[in-house]
């Protein structure tokens, strides 16, 4: 019996999906998705473009992470952090360098949060930074301060040492010398601050394990022995913040290193006054994050109430205003967050997007107004191949896209649009593996490491190479020079739009065969769009081991310079005179419209796609839909 069907794709809206589902074509997904993209993205109208290129900014000191800072709606930077430096990049130039505390190894684990012209970072290991933009171009970096009154320091305290110990103050003013009940003090407490009964002592002196001399700071109430006694939470003995963010005008700090379960909320628009008072509403606010396993905090995010993500667990914070009587904590969902580094979540039209502790999940953090309560979706549940161990992510708003940079040194990119059920993952490759990635004002910047060197680069939609440089000539030129950070590789050279070739570049240079008035020249890379096998259409059904052959197809292309199309004969290129014009200049005119392509074969390979698009032409192509005419035989 023999059958001859179309099968319309009009839309990639359901991105790659993973091979287990290739025997679910009962999924709604089935119709829109693809068995692999590759360096494409996914409009949020169902469309399929080649990837825009990466522009190279610059080669940095070596691997680190990438942070925004946006001062004003005019003046945006990139910091890049590296083993014990801060480079600070504006409109792609390098405007000022700050030395750091962070060695490579901790990098990973730093969080931080901005304020205006402040960017906080916080490492459990390293007294927390104050970053500040002092004017044009002009930067300081220093340790946190907290809010001082005479002698007094208002930072948080907490009692480490079990609850019975006692401390015994020899006076109650002056130089005095502290008895501990049980072994208590170490050398590290000397510098510290405790609080006696609420009164503040500073430690000058450790002389054992039960005893230390101290300065009074305020008159303490008596010198008997007491319970009522604390010391600073931060310190280099106790650990210092991990994750930090601003709140309904106060700061808030998600636990320490040895306090990991602990949230700290400042006074109310005093950010470091941690002065818990007397429990006012504009007082400081203080609490542990208890439950029935042990959930150390991992980040802290201000989003329609005040999000606390930890290894175990989601909370909401709520209080209209948070004040310490008002607030309330309670446990959303039970995912969890990585703990081996700080991947920060991202707010995504209201929802935070947010990495599960075991890796393999992109989950969105949303507020369902019917339940009262937040969801934990996962967004990766129909790609999880693509999901290799998250170790950063940032969100592209204006073209829709959310980045993740996968331990493998790909780029898993997600198209998000929940008002119109579109999520669809795709892939990016690179010649090299990235390693971090932020959105600075609508520009896309990511660290690739390439044959062992970091470099900063950018992702640019008049190009289509990678690692990529452009120029332009008044007058036409063979020797093209610029490019040393691509020493001894082969690059791609795009030559007045048209011409192509693969050249060496030799001293920083490349020479071409014809002098050309303008050139891109860079890594190539390759696109590829493969659909799922065929499945189903017009009321006919492909039985297993069933024969198929492709008769037929449409492609309709918009704004198309290149296209390779595969039917089971290898790639071919599709001649320009296809689009209509059999004139060959230096550029290949861009094209819109409808390409057929006939296929030969039958197909006895149920996973294999009846076509297949790859191509690393360093063109545009974007495909809107495909019509395929089939044809069945038992």
């Known amino acids: ?64 992470r990438l942070i925004a800072f946006e001062f004003n ?69 220093a340790e946190w301060s907290f809010h001082e009154d005479d002698v007094v320091v208002y930072l948080p305290h907490h009692k480490f040492a079990d609850d019975a110990v006692t401390l015994t103050p020899s006076a109650t003013t002056g130089a005095i010398t502290l008895t ?42 008596a010198t008997t022995a007491t319970k009522d006694w604390e010391e600073q939470s931060f310190s280099a003995l106790r650990g210092w913040p991990i994750s930090v963010c601003f709140h309904q005008s106060r700061l808030v700090i998600g636990g320490s290193r040895d306090l990991p379960n602990r949230l700290w909320l400042s006074k109310s628009m005093d950010l470091f006054n941690f002065d818990l008072g007397t429990g006012l509403d504009d007082e400081s606010i203080e609490f542990s ?35 310490p009587t008002k607030i309330q904590v309670t446990r959303q969902t039970r995912i969890g967050s990585p703990v081996d580094r700080m991947v920060p979540p991202r707010d995504v039209d209201g929802a935070t997007h947010f990495v599960s502790r075991n890796g393999r999940d992109l989950r969105e953090f949303l507020y369902a107004d019917v339940e009262q309560a ?36 790909t780029l898993a990119t997600l198209t998000i649009y929940r008002a119109e059920k579109v999520t669809a993952w795709t892939v990016f490759e690179t010649a090299g593996r990235f390693r971090a990635v932020a959105v600075v004002e609508g520009a896309v910047f990511v660290l690739v490491e390439r044959q062992g060197v970091t470099l900063l680069e950018r992702f640019d939609d008049d190009i289509n190479l990678d690692s990529a440089l452009t120029g332009l000539q008044a007058s036409p030129t ?84 290149a296209l390779h199309i595969d039917t089971g004969r290898g790639s071919t290129p599709i001649p320009f005179r296809r ?26 390979n149920a996973m294999q796609p009846l076509w297949r698009i790859s191509q690393d032409v360093p063109m545009p192509c974007t495909v809107l839909s495909v019509s395929t005419q089939i044809k069945l035989a038992e």
């Open 73 to 141: 709606t005019q003046q945006t930077y990139l910091m890049v952090v590296t083993d014990d430096h801060i480079d600070i990049h504006a409109d792609g130039a390098l405007v000022a360098t700050l030395a750091t505390p962070w060695s490579a190894a901790q990098i990973p684990q730093i969080g931080w949060t901005q304020s205006a012209d402040t960017l906080l970072l916080t490492h459990p290991d390293v007294p927390p930074r104050k970053i500040t933009r002092t004017a044009a171009n002009a930067w300081t970096i």
């Open 478 to 561: 063979a020797s093209w020079g610029g490019l040393d950070h691509l020493e001894g590789r082969t690059v791609r050279v795009l030559a007045d739009g048209g011409a192509i070739a693969d050249l060496t570049v030799v001293a920083g240079h490349v020479t071409l065969a014809q002098p050309a008035s303008a050139i891109q020249a860079g890594l190539a890379y390759a696109h590829e769009i493969e659909p799922l096998p065929p499945v189903a259409g017009s009321g006919q059904s492909i039985a297993p081991g069933q024969l198929v052959r492709m008769v037929l197809a449409h492609f309709r292309v918009l704004d198309t310079k």
């Open 289 to 323: 994050m208890l439950s029935d396993q042990v959930n150390a905090i991992r980040a802290v995010f201000s989003g329609r109430h005040l999000q606390v993500f930890t290894s175990g667990a989601e909370y909401m914070v709520t209080g209209t205003p948070l004040t």
């Open 579 to 604: 689009f209509g014009s059999d004139r060959f200049g230096a550029e290949p005119p861009a094209f819109s419209g409808d390409v057929r392509v006939r296929a030969l074969g039958w197909n006895r």
């Open 374 to 409: 937040y969801q934990s979706h996962d967004l990766a549940m129909i790609a999880k191949h693509v999901m290799k161990g998250p170790v950063d992510q940032d969100y592209d708003a204006i073209h829709r896209l959310f980045h993740v940079v996968m331990e493998d040194g």
């Open 180 to 221: 501990a009940s049980a072994d208590t003090f170490l050398a590290a407490h000397v510098g510290l601050r405790l609080r006696l009964g609420g009164k503040q002592v500073l430690v000058t002196a450790v002389a054992s394990a039960t005893q230390a001399d101290a300065t009074v700071k305020e008159t303490l109430a």
């Open 1 to 64: 019996m023999n059958g001859l069907f179309t099968l319309n794709k009009t839309s990639f809206t359901a991105g790659e999906l993973d091979l287990e589902l290739m025997g679910r074509s009962d999924l709604g997904a089935f119709a829109n998705g693809a068995k692999r993209l590759r360096n494409v993205i996914i409009a949020p109208t169902g469309g399929v473009s080649r990837r825009a290129g990466l522009r190279y900014v610059a080669t940095a000191r070596g691997p680190g």
